[in-house]
């Protein structure tokens, strides 16, 4: 019912930014949160950062100050601006959004994940 499109990413350099970006469409009565988690090979998917439909935002320690979190709810847009990349976050990269949609006139709550793209910081 909700699908999760990313866009962004790639191959950066130490120091450099890149920014990440994931819109949101089906059938959405509200979007409660949006936002991004991160994942490397043998570990679990960490929260990186994310904002509620309130726009109160919170993010991972690792990422204060270096990563920014906005959204467009008209268009139902997260965006996430990476600055001062690191090696240590190489990742792929997850939205998240936590949904209330409309199926058969009623509503359900559920969590979605877009597909993951691939951030690689080299040294």
């Known amino acids: 019912q909700v699908q999760l499109v990313e866009s962004g990413g790639g191959l950066v350099q130490a120091g450099g930014s890149l920014g990440l970006s994931c819109a949101a469409s089906?059938?959405?009565?509200?979007?409660?949160?949006m936002g991004w988690y991160r994942q490397t090979p043998g570990k679990q998917r960490e929260l990186v950062a994310i904002v509620t439909n309130g726009d109160s935002t919170n993010y991972a320690d690792f990422v204060k100050g270096r990563f920014t979190i906005s959204r467009d709810n008209a268009k139902n847009i997260v965006y996430l601006q990476m600055n001062s990349l690191q090696p240590e976050d190489t990742a792929v990269y997850y939205c998240y959004a936590d949904v209330t949609y409309f199926s058969s006139s009623y509503r359900y709550r559920t969590n979605y994940w877009g597909q993951g793209t691939q951030v690689t910081v080299s040294s």
């Open positions: 089906g059938s959405i009565f509200r979007i409660n949160a």
